[in-house]
Structures are given as structure tokens and as C-alpha cells.
């Protein structure tokens, strides 16, 4: 049987575009790869993939594999299982990783289950033991409230990474790298849905992923009519607005606006979180904020511990002002 080598990120792609988790993933995937001196492979799945297998070498792969065909067009689980399986049966990576997204979420446990490997989940970190070569796998577990490293020592060693928590490389157009077909002999009998409609989420203004200035609303705020007042801000800073769960569950905002272990991670510039407690789980999805302000009308609150620059008092009385006047600083 062939030895296992090399580290090989499934990359995602979105419109035609590799997604950012692919471009986190290859960043990780290269300093792995280069931690076990062997090489960093990308298998991409699809139809019609064009550049794409370039720029997973711009952005750090050695190899790519791709397998196209025109039942590939969408993402369906039985079928990317099925191309999955067979390339990393033919490839026999030493690493898998995938994006702890819905694909990633589909797709890794039942890819474990067909190699007879075992899967860690929505991992945070990820680093090599030097000594026996094995992937060390951390991911939260009680709730956000405490951190956990596994290994595993089957190969593939596979791990679901969550977005956001790696950083991708500078893509370099020059570098070179490997582009290899792989056949794969897929039969339609054998997939069992089909996608009859793909519905886009609509976003207004610039998405909370990528914003580099977050106002962010807890129950504190009280009900849908304040998160109002927190897009002014927001609007004054050019950035977006999220939320904690409460008001996620309560329906004041919709689920997608959720910052927290079960909902989006953020890395902005600027976190202002108004009304929010700062309970682990959702700090588990803005500690990587560059500064952090909070508006909280108990001084002993937790977010206080988490943040720069710390206001206690209403948030009713201390918006409206904080508001105008960085509308005045940025105007002038
Ligand atoms: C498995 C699991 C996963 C979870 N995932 C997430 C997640 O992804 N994201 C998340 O956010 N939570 C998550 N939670 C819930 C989390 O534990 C907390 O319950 C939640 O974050 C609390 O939200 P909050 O801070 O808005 O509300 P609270 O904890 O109720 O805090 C409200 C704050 O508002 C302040 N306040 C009230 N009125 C005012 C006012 N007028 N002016 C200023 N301050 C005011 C209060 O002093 C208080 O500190 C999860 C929990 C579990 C168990």
C-alpha cells in the first residue's frame, strides 16, 4: 500500500472563485506541508474550472487535482463523497482538511466513515508533533468554554477547520506548480437528490465577514428598534452590524447577523458590542478583533475584561452621542 504524504486541502469553490475558506485552508495546509517537508496538494471538484487550479497554486499548493464533469456543476453530496473517496484513496494524503463549512460539514464525516478514519471537527488550531509527524487537531469543546487537542494516528489524519481561523498566504501568480486530471466514473443512479433551486442570501451594505468595523448588538438592546440606531453607527464607520445570539433567536435581527461559537467568527479592525455580556461563546467569535469597545451599563460585566476601551452606562445615552461625534470626527 502506498505510504501517506502530503497535506491536501479540498477546496471549495464559489461562482467560479476559490472561497476564502480555501485560501485559509492553503495557507495552514502550506505551513504544514512545509513543517513535514512534503508537499501541499489541492483537489478541486466541478465542471468548467478553468483558472481556478491556478490560483490554488498561487495561494500555496504544489499539486492540484481536479476532477470536472457536467453532473459536477453543483455541489451534491453523493457524488463529492464518491470523487472525494477515490482521490484520496489514489493520492493517499497524509492530511485531509477541509473548511468547517455546510460542504465541509457534509462532507468529512462521511468521508471518515468510507476511509475508516476518524474526523476532528471545527478545529481552531492545527500543528505537527515533531517527534511522531501527527497532526494536532484543537478544537472547543464544553460549550466554547474550554479548548481540547486531539490526534488521531490512522491516515489520513482529516480536520474541518472553521473560517477565519487561519489566515491565507499573498497569492504569488508566479509560482509554479502541478495541474493533474483525475477520472472519476460517477453513476447517476447512485445520486440520490438533486438540486431543484439555489437560493442566494441577500446582503445589504458589506458583509459582516468582511467588515473592518462591527457594531454589535446583544439583549441588551432590548428589540429590533435598536439595532437601528446601531446601523447608524455602523454606517458612520463604513463597517456592519452583528449580534449576539438573543437577538438572533428572538428574531430582532436575522441568524445570519449571529457572532458567536454557533455563529460567524469576525476579525475587524473595531468591535464595538453594545449590550452584550461577553459570555465565551460569543467572545469565541470576536476575540480576533484588533480592538475591542464595549458599552455595557454593569460594570462588572465580562466584556469588560475582553475590551480596550470600555463605556458603563446606557447604551440609550451613550450611542446617540458616541455616534455624532465619530460622524464629526470622520467629516472633518
Ligand atoms: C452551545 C452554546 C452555543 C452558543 N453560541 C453562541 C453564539 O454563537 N453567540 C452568542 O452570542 N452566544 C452564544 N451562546 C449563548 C451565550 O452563552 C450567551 O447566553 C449569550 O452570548 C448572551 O448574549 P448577550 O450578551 O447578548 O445577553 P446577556 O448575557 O443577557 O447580556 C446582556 C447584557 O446587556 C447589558 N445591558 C442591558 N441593558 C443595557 C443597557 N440599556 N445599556 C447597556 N447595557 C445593557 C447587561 O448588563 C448585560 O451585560 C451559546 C450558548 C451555548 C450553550
Redesign the pocket.
Known amino acids: 500500500m502506498a505510504e501517506n504524504k502530503g497535506v491536501m486541502v479540498y477546496g471549495e469553490i464559489m461562482e467560479g472563485k476559490l472561497s476564502s475558506i480555501t485560501t485559509e485552508l492553503l495557507g495552514c495546509g502550506r505551513r504544514l506541508a512545509d513543517e513535514l517537508k512534503e508537499e501541499l496538494l489541492c483537489v478541486l471538484v466541478g465542471d468548467k474550472l478553468g483558472e481556478v487550479p491556478q490560483k490554488a497554486i498561487a495561494y500555496g499548493a504544489d499539486k492540484v487535482y481536479t476532477t470536472e464533469a457536467p453532473l459536477l456543476k453543483e455541489y451534491q453530496t453523493d457524488s463529492y463523497v464518491a470523487v472525494l473517496e477515490k482521490v484520496v484513496k489514489d493520492i493517499t494524503p497524509r492530511i485531509l482538511l477541509l473548511g468547517q463549512t455546510s460542504m465541509g460539514r457534509d462532507l468529512a464525516p462521511r468521508l471518515a466513515f468510507r476511509l475508516g478514519v476518524s474526523l476532528s471537527m471545527d478545529c481552531l488550531e492545527l500543528s505537527i508533533d515533531p517527534g511522531t509527524k501527527l497532526l494536532q487537531q484543537t478544537r472547543p469543546v464544553y460549550?466554547?468554554n474550554a479548548r481540547a487537542t486531539f490526534t488521531s494516528e490512522a491516515l489520513p489524519q482529516i480536520a474541518t477547520v472553521r473560517q477565519k481561523a487561519m489566515s491565507p498566504l499573498e497569492p504569488n501568480e508566479s509560482r509554479k506548480g502541478e495541474v493533474s486530471a483525475i477520472k472519476v466514473e460517477l453513476d447517476p443512479a447512485k445520486i440520490r437528490t438533486k438540486v431543484l433551486d439555489t437560493v442566494k442570501e441577500e446582503v445589504a451594505g458589506i458583509k459582516l465577514e468582511d467588515a473592518q468595523a462591527i457594531v454589535a448588538?446583544?439583549?441588551?438592546?432590548?428589540g429590533p428598534e435598536g439595532f437601528k440606531q446601531l446601523e447608524e453607527l455602523a454606517k458612520a464607520l463604513k463597517g456592519a452590524v452583528g449580534?449576539?445570539?438573543?437577538?438572533a433567536d428572538n428574531k430582532w435581527v436575522p441568524d445570519t447577523l449571529?457572532?458567536?461559537?454557533?455563529?460567524k467568527i469576525v476579525t475587524p479592525e473595531l468591535y464595538i458590542a453594545?449590550?452584550?455580556?461577553?459570555?465565551?461563546?460569543?467572545i469565541?467569535?470576536c476575540s480576533g478583533a484588533k480592538n475591542i469597545i464595549a458599552?455595557?451599563?454593569?460594570p462588572e460585566?465580562n466584556?469588560f475584561k475582553e475590551a480596550r476601551f470600555g463605556v458603563v452606562?446606557?447604551?440609550?445615552q451613550?450611542l446617540p452621542a458616541f455616534t455624532d461625534k465619530v460622524r464629526e470626527l470622520l467629516a472633518g
Do not use: C, E, F
Not at 217 to 222: D, E, P, S, V, Y
Not at 258 to 263: D, P, R, V
Not at 274 to 282: L, R, T
Open positions: 460549550g466554547g448588538g446583544g439583549r441588551g438592546i432590548g449580534a449576539s445570539r438573543p437577538p449571529q457572532i458567536g461559537l454557533t455563529g453594545v449590550g452584550i455580556s461577553g459570555a465565551s461563546q460569543h469565541a467569535g458599552i455595557n451599563k454593569d460585566a466584556i452606562g446606557d447604551w440609550k451613550v
